[in-house]
C-alpha cells in the first residue's frame, strides 16, 4: 500500500505515544481460501452496504489495495499453479500455465522455470501476477519479445458482483475477458485464477553502465542521454529490455536484458552510446554477460532497490520523440529538468506488434506506440506527512507537466500513474473508457467494486471521514 493512502493515521515511524487510528486502513479482512469465501464476502458486503476492496500483495500506488471503514477481500492465499503442456484455443496453440489469484511474480518465475518455461510477469517478485499488474497491463522484462502480461491471458477464472463465478475467454463472456485484459484492477470482478502463455526458456544476455555526475560533466550526461534515447529503437525491436535511471547522482542502465542474443551482439546495440560518451571524455563503468536461462539472469539483474519509498507519477513517452534530432532535445531538455531536481526511472519496451491484435486487450492503446515509460519519484518523508504531500504535489504540478507539454493528448501507464492525475479517464484508458464503463456497467450494477481512478470511480467522492458517497 503507498504511504500516502495511510493518511498518517498511525504512523509507526513517530513516537510511540502518539495518536493511533485505523484512518484510511481496512476495518476488517477476509483471508479468502476458497470461492465460497469469496461469494460469501461480496454477498455479505451488498446485504450490509459496505466498502469492499480486494487486495492479494497490496501493491497499487493509486490507493486501490485499501480503502476506509471496508471489508477487504485478501487472495493471497489462493495459491495454485497448473501447467497445461498442450493449451489449445482459437488464439492460441502451446504451453500454458493456470495461476491462481495469490501467485506472485517470482513463484510464477521459478514453477515455469522448472519446467524449461518463461512466463510474462513483473520486475519485482512479490507482486501478484493475476491481479492489477496484469489487469492493468503489465510491462515486463519479456513485454518486447511477448507483449504485455494482459497479451498473455487466454482466460480467466472470476467472482462477479452477483457472486457467480464465471469464466471470462475469447468464447465466454468476451466483453469481461477483453475488460480484464488491462481495464483495471479491482473493477469489474474478484480474479479467482487465470490462465497464461507461457514459452521455452533461453539463454539471455544482460549489459549494465553507470557514469557519476560530477558537478563538471552534467552537459556530457545529458548529450549522452539523447544518443541513449535514439539508440532505443533498435534495443527494443531486438527484443531488449531496458531499464534506466537519472538523478541528480548521473546516469546509469541498469540493466538491459534480451533473449537470445550473445553478449557482443548486445555491445554492438549500446556501442552508439559508449561511443558518444568515449567521445565526450566520460568516465564509466560498462560490463555485459549471458546467463543460461531466464531465471538466472533475472535474479542476478533485478534490483532490489524499495520503491515503495517514493512518491509517484509517470508518463508514456512515444517512440516519435527519439526519432528526430529536434524531438530527442526536447525530450532530454524536458528530462534534464526533472533529474536535477529528484530521480526518474525509464523502462524501455515495444508492445506495438504483440499478438494477439490490440484491439483484443483493454490495455491503454497509448502503449503500443510508446518507446519507454518515464516513471518520476519524489521521496518520502515518514515522520513528516506534510512534505510528503507537498512532493507527490510537486510531481503532479510541476515534474509531469515538462513532460506532459512535449506528450499532448499522451498516456500513462496505469500501475505507475499520478493518483492526483485530474484527466485520468484519457490518459489511463485512452479511447477505451466509454466501453470499459459499459462493462463495468453490466458486470457490476450495483457499483461495489470501487478503487481510486477505477473506471466508474468518478461516480463516487470520498468525504473525509473515508465514506464513499455518490456524485
Known amino acids: 500500500m503507498s504511504y500516502q493512502f495511510t493518511n498518517n493515521s498511525c504512523n509507526p515511524f513517530?513516537?510511540?505515544?502518539?495518536?493511533?487510528?485505523?484512518?484510511?486502513?481496512?476495518?476488517?479482512?477476509?483471508?479468502?481460501?476458497t470461492v465460497a469465501d469469496i461469494?460469501?464476502?461480496v454477498q455479505f458486503v451488498k446485504r450490509h452496504n459496505i466498502r469492499l476492496v480486494i487486495r492479494n500483495s497490496g501493491h497499487d500506488y493509486l490507493g486501490k489495495s485499501t480503502g476506509a471503514h471496508a471489508l477487504a477481500i485478501w487472495t493471497r492465499h489462493l495459491k495454485s499453479l497448473e501447467l497445461i503442456r498442450e493449451y489449445q484455443d482459437s488464439e492460441y496453440l502451446g504451453p500454458a500455465i493456470k495461476v491462481g489469484a495469490g501467485i506472485e511474480g517470482g513463484e510464477a518465475y521459478d514453477f515455469a522455470n522448472t519446467h524449461g518455461l518463461m512466463v510474462v510477469a513483473g520486475n519485482c517478485p512479490n507482486v501478484g501476477i493475476a491481479g492489477g499488474y496484469t489487469q492493468g497491463g503489465g510491462i515486463s522484462i519479456l513485454s518486447s519479445k511477448y507483449g504485455l502480461a494482459a497479451d498473455?491471458?487466454?482466460?480467466?477464472?472470476?467472482?462477479?458482483?452477483?457472486?457467480?463465478?464465471?469464466?471470462?475467454?475469447?468464447?465466454e463472456n468476451t466483453d469481461l475477458f477483453w475488460a480484464l485484459r488491462g481495464g483495471g484492477g479491482g473493477t469489474y470482478g474478484i480474479v479467482i485464477s487465470m490462465t497464461v502463455k507461457a514459452y521455452p526458456d533461453t539463454f539471455f544476455s544482460t549489459a549494465s553502465l553507470a557514469v557519476t555526475n560530477d558537478g563538471n560533466n552534467t552537459d556530457a550526461i545529458y548529450s549522452t542521454m539523447g544518443t541513449f534515447f535514439q539508440s532505443l529503437p533498435s534495443l527494443v525491436d531486438a527484443g531488449a529490455w531496458v531499464v534506466w535511471v537519472a538523478a541528480p547522482f548521473g546516469f546509469m542502465i541498469a540493466p538491459a536484458m534480451v533473449a537470445g542474443l550473445r553478449p557482443a551482439e548486445l555491445d554492438v546495440l549500446l556501442k552508439p552510446t559508449l561511443n558518444k560518451m568515449d567521445q565526450l571524455g566520460l568516465q564509466y563503468q560498462y560490463s555485459s554477460a549471458e546467463y543460461p536461462n531466464f531465471l538466472s539472469s533475472y535474479s542476478s539483474m533485478t534490483s532490489t532497490w524499495n520503491v515503495s519509498d517514493y512518491n509517484m507519477g509517470s508518463r508514456l513517452i512515444p517512440r516519435t520523440l527519439v526519432e528526430d534530432d529536434i524531438s530527442t532535445k526536447?525530450?532530454?531538455g524536458a528530462i534534464r529538468y526533472i533529474t536535477s531536481q529528484t530521480l526518474m526511472s525509464g523502462v524501455a519496451f515495444n508492445v506495438a506488434n504483440a499478438v494477439p491484435s490490440p484491439h483484443q486487450v483493454s490495455a491503454n492503446p497509448y502503449l503500443r506506440k510508446t518507446i519507454f515509460n518515464a516513471a518520476i519519484?519524489?521521496?518520502?518523508?515518514?515522520?513528516?506527512?506534510?512534505?510528503?504531500?507537498?512532493?507527490?504535489?510537486?510531481?503532479?504540478?510541476?515534474?509531469?507537466?515538462?513532460?506532459?507539454?512535449?506528450?499532448?493528448?499522451?498516456?500513462?501507464?496505469?500501475?505507475?500513474?499520478?493518483?492526483?492525475?485530474?484527466?485520468?479517464?484519457?490518459?489511463?484508458?485512452?479511447?477505451?473508457?466509454k466501453t470499459l464503463l459499459a462493462i463495468k456497467q453490466k458486470y457490476d450494477p450495483d457499483d461495489i467494486f470501487y478503487a481510486k481512478t477505477a473506471v466508474g470511480s468518478d461516480h463516487w467522492e470520498q468525504r473525509l471521514d473515508g465514506r464513499l458517497c455518490t456524485t
Open 14 to 33: 513517530l513516537d510511540p505515544n502518539s495518536p493511533c487510528t485505523l484512518g484510511y486502513h481496512v476495518a476488517y479482512t477476509i483471508n479468502a481460501t
Open 39 to 41: 461469494q460469501a464476502a
Open 152 to 171: 498473455q491471458v487466454l482466460s480467466w477464472e472470476v467472482v462477479t458482483s452477483s457472486g457467480a463465478l464465471v469464466t471470462a475467454s475469447p468464447t
Open 330 to 332: 526536447a525530450l532530454v
Open 377 to 433: 519519484g519524489t521521496p518520502i518523508n515518514y515522520s513528516d506527512w506534510t512534505a510528503t504531500k507537498a512532493m507527490q504535489d510537486k510531481i503532479t504540478y510541476d515534474l509531469l507537466p515538462a513532460l506532459q507539454s512535449i506528450t499532448p493528448n499522451g498516456g500513462v501507464y496505469l500501475n505507475e500513474a499520478d493518483f492526483q492525475a485530474p484527466d485520468f479517464q484519457t490518459t489511463f484508458y485512452g479511447d477505451n473508457y
